[in-house]
């Protein structure tokens, strides 16, 4: 029997995600020629014809389940199938962990008659949350002899075990299993804790967990694998509610993936699936390419051969590809790919934004059509760049800029100003945390020029583009500066571990040296403060979120566009809030504590300084075209996003981590993957899956530059350290050469 399903195979960029949604407008095309209906699922024990396959849509409402690798991806999917479509036909699009987040909430009822647990609405664990749970529950175990011979500290050695529980998860493994693949995967290896242990420690999690109803990634894709994709029921509704299933670069799912794909084809559903054997961007992160590659067994194959025309081509993939792995190999690259070298790496980063700026200023190319790529970003790399860059008008884009929330200014400021209505909090504040507030709570927005006036300042398209309209309208003020915030916070505030205090500005003796402006803005500022202390001791503020809430809305907000970085920071601070206190609530219904009633507050504050939750909120999609910015993301990052550019310039050439592909291999993830299930990992195959790597992000990156390359060296690291990475050889093969010497 011929399948009616579809493998697409093809490298970056060479059409897959179109031949997706093509296929499937050529599935409704053809159905409703024949037919005038969308189709049918047919019983998987009987012959079907790709004719009569569908059924009337209205009466038995299925729809197509797309899937995609990331949710950036997802959107984008998902709205180009629609529009395909006309809107006629129901598309649910998820990420494979979303849906099973999804089905996991949908079917809890299912999953607390199967396995026992308590009637009670389930609470997804963000990650931070989930650690410092984990943390609590452990401690009493992980003690200084067990953090020596893990050789790590008590944080990453918590991350580290939970991240088994889903690498297992991920796989189809059951919990109970993983110590038995440890065991294996490690062997002798004594410089690890015992398999048994970390099992113990996962299973008395995990239980911990359900008990509760708190859900975490790994918890959801293990309740989904191992429970629900086996039970008759939910099988049957799985079947009514999806007849046709989309999936789009399936090398970066996790091996359930292909459980699901292959129930919903038992079934007698349709899918089509698009492979990228050079993608694999998640590979060692979860995913397992080679066990879903396993799927195109059942389907018809189609491969999508060359690269797109407007890439670099293949031949100059083959030429790094030789010049990588055979470094003996006497070869030049062409002139399309140039080397910026210098010996530090202060001077590679100032030369590097210098030659994008000098490019865009030129006309040479527009800064949409700039990216820099870097194996990883540090703060210092990032701040250079973005720096020289937006002062010469040049806006710079930084793909998932994850910067901690306690990094922003206004957070801190937030929190400081909890510790000063609340009492208990004393100890979290001090005088440089007050001063930093009376300046951050005491901004105002001045108009300085009508909108008219702004947009006639700019006199060109191209330069309307680089200037962002929120700044040439609206200026940011404070009414207390910086040194008048220190005097003030000097000789007005009065440390107290249970009650700080903030004292009237004229405790200070030369107070008339504060100024009548800062002067207002601090009585407003003391004024607000001392009426919500009275409203927190009458217990009229519901939470602190509440609080946080009002203080937004008087200092912050107060009618003005924020900037999209604070706006991201307020959002992501009262999303954490909102879920730390639905969780310490669900925590104390199941099992009261004795504490004071601000313990809660304080481990929130502590939560945050330790740096552990960052600006993400759920995303603000744009309105209008490409923004006009160069764009700043790492290997993987950039690889994960699809994107392409006119140029590209790959940061940090002689850095080893170009290897690892710009993110760190989760431990004991070799050990899940499908194929080789608890095989030890050896030094040889660290090696040779770094060859591979390597080959591949080559392959993508090169697919996804259309003009030049620019490999930029430093001889020495920021660490000080020769660097001697495997791009060497490319750098050493360059025949455009732009040293310092050449800038100057």
Not at 476 to 485: F, L, Q, Y
Not at 543 to 572: C, H, K, M, V
Request: glycine content about 4%; hydrophobic content about 40%; some cysteine.
């Amino acid at each position: 029997m011929v399948s009616h399903s579809v493998w697409i195979v093809g490298t970056s960029r060479t059409g897959k995600t179109a031949r997706l949604v093509e296929q499937f407008c050529n599935w409704v095309k053809s159905e409703n020629k024949y037919t005038g209906s969308f189709y049918t699922k047919k019983s998987a024990n009987k012959k079907s014809s790709h004719v009569g396959e569908f059924s009337d849509l209205k009466q038995t409402e299925p729809g197509v389940l797309v899937l995609a690798a990331n949710d950036d991806n997802r959107r984008e999917l998902g709205d180009i199938i629609v529009t395909s479509t006309f809107g006629k036909y129901p598309v649910r699009a998820k990420t494979p962990l979303g849906f099973f987040q999804d089905e996991v909430i949908l079917f809890w009822p299912l999953l607390i008659n199967s396995l026992n647990l308590k009637a009670q609405f389930p609470v997804r664990l963000r990650p931070e949350t989930e650690q410092e749970l984990a943390t609590k529950l452990w401690r009493s175990q992980l003690d200084e002899e067990i953090l020596r011979l893990a050789g790590v500290n008590e944080s990453r050695l918590v991350r580290r075990i939970l991240d088994l529980l889903q690498l297992a998860a991920y796989s189809g493994i059951p919990c109970e299993d993983i110590a038995q693949i440890l065991a294996r995967g490690l062997g002798e290896n004594t410089t690890t804790l015992e398999p048994e242990f970390l099992a113990s420690l996962l299973l008395n999690w995990r239980n911990w967990c359900l008990e509760r109803g708190l859900l975490t990634y790994g918890i959801i894709t293990e309740l989904y694998s191992q429970h629900l994709l086996s039970d008759r029921n939910y099988q049957q509704h799985l079947a009514k509610r999806y007849q046709a299933v989309l999936a789009d670069d399936v090398d970066d799912y996790p091996s359930v993936a292909r459980l699901l794909f292959e129930l919903l084809l038992d079934q007698g559903a349709v899918g089509a699936f698009s492979y990228n054997p050079d993608g694999a961007v998640r590979l060692g992160l979860g995913a397992d390419p080679n066990y879903l590659e396993g799927l195109a067994k059942r389907c018809r194959v189609e491969i999508l051969t060359g690269p797109p025309p407007e890439s670099l081509g293949e031949d100059l993939t083959k030429q790094m590809v030789e010049l990588v792995t055979e470094p003996m190999v006497l070869l030049s690259l062409p002139e399309i790919v140039h080397s910026i070298q210098t010996t530090s790496r202060a001077q590679l980063l100032r030369q590097t934004a210098e030659v994008i700026a000098n490019a865009i200023q030129s006309q040479q190319v527009q800064p949409e059509e700039v990216a820099i790529i870097a194996p990883g970003l540090d703060a210092i790399a990032r701040y250079t760049l973005v720096e020289i860059l937006i002062k010469q008008n040049i806006q710079v884009e930084s793909l998932n800029d994850q910067r901690s929330l306690i990094s922003s200014p206004v957070i801190r400021a937030l929190l400081t100003m909890l510790a000063l209505v609340y009492p208990a909090l004393g100890r979290l504040v001090d005088r440089d945390a007050v001063a930093e507030m009376l300046v951050v709570l005491s901004r105002k927005q001045q108009l300085t020029e009508n909108f008219t006036d702004a947009m006639n300042r700019v006199s060109t398209t191209d330069a309307m583009n680089r200037v962002s309209t929120t700044d040439a309208i609206h200026r940011v003020s404070t009414n207390i500066d910086p040194v008048r915030a220190g005097l003030i916070a000097d000789y007005c505030f009065v440390p107290h571990p249970d009650r700080p205090n903030l004292l009237p500005v004229s405790t200070f003796e030369r107070w008339d040296r504060i100024g009548y402006a800062a002067t207002t803005a601090y009585n407003e500022i003391l004024e607000w403060l001392e009426q919500q202390r009275s409203q927190q001791e009458l217990r009229l503020i519901p939470s602190p979120i509440s609080l946080l809430d009002r203080a937004i809305q008087r200092f912050l907000w107060n009618g003005s566009n924020l900037p999209y970085e604070q706006l991201a920071a307020l959002r992501e601070l009262l999303e954490t809030a909102q879920h730390y206190w639905e969780i310490d609530t669900r925590l104390r219904q199941i099992a009261p504590v004795e504490t004071t009633p601000y313990t809660t507050i304080i481990e929130f504050i502590q939560l945050l300084r330790r740096g552990t939750i960052t600006a993400n909120p759920y995303p603000v999609r744009p309105i209008g075209g490409v923004r006009k910015a160069v764009t700043l993301a790492t290997i993987f990052q950039y690889r994960s996003s699809r994107r392409s550019h006119r140029w590209h310039f790959w940061l940090d050439a002689g850095s080893p981590l170009w290897a690892k592909g710009g993110a760190a291999t989760l431990f004991g993830a070799p050990f899940f993957l499908r194929d080789r299930l608890g095989e030890p990992w050896t030094a040889e195959d660290e090696k040779l899956a770094e060859e591979q790597r390597l080959r591949r992000i080559l392959t993508d990156l090169l697919s996804r530059v259309s003009e030049r390359v620019y490999l930029c060296h430093s001889d020495l690291a920021v660490n000080g350290q020769e660097q001697l990475g495997p791009l060497l050889p490319l750098v050493n093969a360059c025949v455009t050469v732009i040293s310092e010497s050449t800038v100057n």
